[in-house]
């Protein structure tokens, strides 16, 4: 994928801006960690992330990339999606709202392909929101994954 130049520059402004503001440094691993996570779609892991971007810092160890993804999830650039089956903890570069398909034969996590709705909750349940704001629990979104396998994976 090839980006303008000037595209690019607003893109590691905006990084710099999120992560100043929430108290971390902008710095070239944090930046090509970034790029990274945004340009996939797989959700990898840290182990992951950093084999993709030794390619680019071949010195960059595990502990910076960890490091890295902390920063970005701090600043709200990025999420962690945990694995409830002992899988590694995968990263998510969009920060937008969105739905998730996991296999749970494989740990691979995909976004899905429907726009976020903000009215699932009241669908669900209409008094949800409300009783939950009764009990001093203030909803401020939710998460919805949807889990299975595709019928030929294997491994
Ligand atoms: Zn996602």
Redesign the pocket.
């Known amino acids: 994928m090839t980006r303008r130049k000037d595209e690019h520059s607003t893109e590691s402004n905006d990084l710099r801006r999120a992560l100043e503001k929430a108290g971390w440094r902008f710095t070239r691993q944090r930046a090509e960690v970034y790029a990274h996570l945004r340009t996939v779609d797989s ?1 990898p892991s840290a182990e992951e992330v950093y084999s993709a971007v030794r390619q680019r810092i071949p010195n960059i160890s595990l502990a910076t990339v960890y490091n890295a993804l902390d920063a970005l999830v701090d600043a709200g650039l990025a999420a962690r999606l945990a694995d409830d089956d002992g899988g590694p903890i995968r990263y ?1 570069g ?1 920060a937008h709202p ?1 739905y ?1 398909l996991r296999c749970q034969r494989t740990g691979q ?1 995909h ?1 899905l392909d429907v726009p976020y709705d903000p009215t699932l909750l009241r669908r669900l349940a209409p008094e949800l929101v409300e009783q939950l704001r009764q009990k001093g629990f203030e909803v401020l979104g939710h998460r919805l994954e949807i889990l299975g396998h595709f019928r030929d994976s294997n491994s």
Do not use: L, R
Request: hydrophobic content about 15%; glycine content about 0%; charged content about 45%.
């Open positions: 959700h998510d969009k969105h998730h996590v976004d």
